[in-house]
């Protein structure tokens, strides 16, 4: 009964911090980082007490949501890139293709995360930690490829990575109002491709 009661309240902790976070995340998009706790717990439909149960302020708020984002936009990532893992050509079409859905998916949320003043709310080793969750997925399918002998070899794996994301970031900055992010899909991979291979 004791074990019954303990896995319920865990589950609920749990519940409830997914809600917190998920009304964070509609704040945030609203007001950026000038987002107020009480319109958080509002949003929530929770209490005071439960909101700094799990959060000690705001800025550990506004990282976690943060950290929780970018943690669930890398699982789409890897969920959709993995299954290609002996076919480099297949991965790279996967990448792209999620990366822009990804986008469209958090779009709002990504916009506000670029508020420079969230740098601050991060230590170096926070900021690491975020950063290298980001790159994996472009890191992983490069690796890929040139174990394969399908990419060249001596490339920077982590300017690469990086080169990857800029790609994708500033083609959907630049292009987004122009075109639809479904017709950058073909010419984004083309001139990734023929930047990785022989």
Not at 72 to 86: G, K, R, S, T, Y
């Amino acid at each position: 009964m004791n074990d019954d009661a303990g896995v319920r309240k865990r589950t609920d902790a749990q519940t409830n911090r997914a809600r917190l976070l998920a009304a964070a995340q509609t704040v945030f998009v609203e007001a950026g980082l000038d987002l107020e706790v009480n319109e958080v717990i509002s949003r929530s439909g929770l209490g005071v007490g439960t909101f700094y149960r799990h959060f000690g302020s705001r800025e550990e708020l506004v990282r976690a949501m943060v950290a929780q984002t970018v943690k669930d936009a890398q699982v789409q990532i890897l969920q959709a890139i993995e299954p290609h893992a002996d076919d480099p050509h297949a991965a790279l079409q996967a990448l792209v293709s999620v990366q822009l859905h990804v986008y469209q998916q958090y779009q709002p949320l990504f916009s506000a995360m670029r508020d420079r003043r969230l740098k601050k709310l991060f230590d170096s080793a926070q900021r690491e930690a975020l950063y290298t969750l980001v790159l994996d997925p472009p890191r992983w399918v490069l690796e890929r490829g040139i174990q394969l002998g399908v990419f060249r070899q001596g490339l920077h794996r982590d300017l690469v990575a990086t080169t990857i994301l800029g790609a994708f970031t500033s083609a959907i900055d630049l292009l987004e109002n122009q075109s639809p992010l479904e017709e950058l899909e073909q010419p984004l991979f083309q001139l990734l491709w023929g930047m990785l291979v022989h």
